[in-house]
Antibody
Framework: EVQLQESGPGLVKPSQSLSLTCSVT????????WGWIRKFPGNKMEWMGY???????DYNPFLKSRISIIRDTSKNQFFLQLNSVTTEDTATYYC??????????WGQGVMVTVSS | DIQMTQSPASLSASLEEIVTITCQAS??????LAWYQQKPGKSPQLLIY???SLADGVPSRFSGSRSGTQYSLTITRLQVEDIGIYYC?????????FGGGTKLELK
């Protein structure tokens, strides 16, 4: 069974970088696409970006100057880095697998608060 | 970006009732639409993709339909376990965008 698990700090200071890990079991990240989605307080959902089986990436243009997604295939993990965070980046962050442009497996989510 | 306008924002319904949630796309998305259910304290779960195809393991009381650029999710015979927040997502062109969500509660 495909399982995804996010990990990372729950509190980040403004202007710092947010770094999260998604650990995948039951499926190789060298297949399919793998993405990050976040849910803000108030329920708005935002697609952030993805990394593909071939290591290509695509990002939401709204975040393009601040976001990076990379992977470590030896550990079957992929990572999110979001730079220069503000309180507007406070959200629950999910990693997910793409299936034909839809998200068919999700992690349980990690809540990140940006606060000094 | 393609905007997805979802309605209603909240909905209160009785057990066994028929419930319909809609998403209006700002342009043609040619059935590239998914519906997700998020139960309290859980991550979202794919219910429907391609506007009308049921994801694996999803009960048949869930169905999707399309009329032009309006997409609908219908739950026939609402059950207690259907309570949660529902989202639509367009997958026609990037950036992928979601509707604002519909919070479904029991009356």
């Amino acid at each position: 069974e495909v399982q995804l698990q996010e990990s990372g700090p729950g509190l980040v200071k403004p202007s710092q970088s947010l770094s999260l890990t998604c650990s995948v079991t039951g499926y190789s990240i060298t297949s399919n696409y793998w993405g990050w989605i976040r849910k803000f307080p108030g329920n708005k959902m935002e697609w952030m970006g993805y990394i593909s089986y071939s290591d290509s990436t695509d990002y939401n243009p709204f975040l393009k100057s601040r976001i990076s997604i990379i992977r470590d295939t030896s550990k079957n993990q992929f990572f999110l880095q979001l730079n220069s965070v503000t309180t507007e980046d406070t959200a629950t962050y999910y990693c997910a697998r793409y299936y034909s442009s839809y998200f068919d497996y999700w992690g349980q989510g990690v809540m990140v608060t940006v606060s000094s | 970006d393609i905007q997805m306008t979802q309605s209603p924002a909240s909905l209160s319904a009785s057990l066994e009732e028929i419930v319909t949630i809609t998403c209006q796309a700002s342009q043609d998305i040619s059935n590239w639409l998914a519906w997700y259910q998020q139960k309290p304290g859980k991550s979202p779960q794919l219910l429907i993709y391609g506007a009308t195809s049921l994801a694996d393991g999803v009960p048949s009381r869930f169905s999707g339909s399309r009329s032009g650029t309006q997409y609908s999710l219908t739950i026939t015979r609402l059950q207690v376990e259907d309570i949660g927040i529902y989202y639509c997502q367009q997958a026609s062109s990037g950036p992928w965008t979601f509707g604002g969500g519909t919070k479904l509660e029991l009356k």
